[in-house]
Nanobody
Framework: QLQLVESGGGTVQPGGSLRLSCTASEDSQSTLNYYAIGWFRQAPGKEREGVSYISGRDGSTWYTDSVKGRFSISKDNTKNTVHLQMNSLKTEDTAVYYC??????????????????WGQGTQVSVSS
């Protein structure tokens, strides 16, 4: 079973930066080559939303509108690790960020599939 381990959350001031990382278990390469891996987030009192993914099939990337130009996703295939570089953070970016593996459409429609694999979540807090 695919396992995802996240790291890199924390507290920063508005305008600051954080880098999230998510490492998949060693036996996951075939799954990662077929699906997308990326991040959802959930703020208090709000629905979970897709933030960004990178496709395992062609390396294409997607970002939700509110983070375009500020967040950047990348993948290290040798380490089964994906990174989310978050710059120019805003208070509205405060949420628990979850790494996930799922078909790309899940991010676009904000509806993860029942078979999605999830990390444990990492808190990102942006506050002055």
């Amino acid at each position: 079973q695919l396992q995802l381990v996240e790291s890199g959350g924390g507290t920063v001031q508005p305008g600051g930066s954080l880098r999230l990382s998510c490492t998949a278990s060693e036996d996951s390469q075939s799954t990662l080559n077929y699906y997308a891996i990326g991040w959802f987030r959930q703020a208090p009192g709000k629905e979970r939303e897709g933030v960004s993914y990178i496709s395992g099939r062609d390396g294409s990337t997607w970002y939700t509108d509110s983070v375009k130009g500020r967040f950047s996703i990348s993948k290290d295939n040798t380490k089964n690790t994906v990174h989310l570089q978050m710059n120019s953070l805003k208070t509205e970016d405060t949420a628990v960020y979850y790494c996930a593996v799922d078909p790309p459409l899940s991010w676009v429609v904000n509806q993860p599939s029942p078979r999605a694999s999830w990390g444990q979540g990492t808190q990102v807090s942006v506050s002055s």
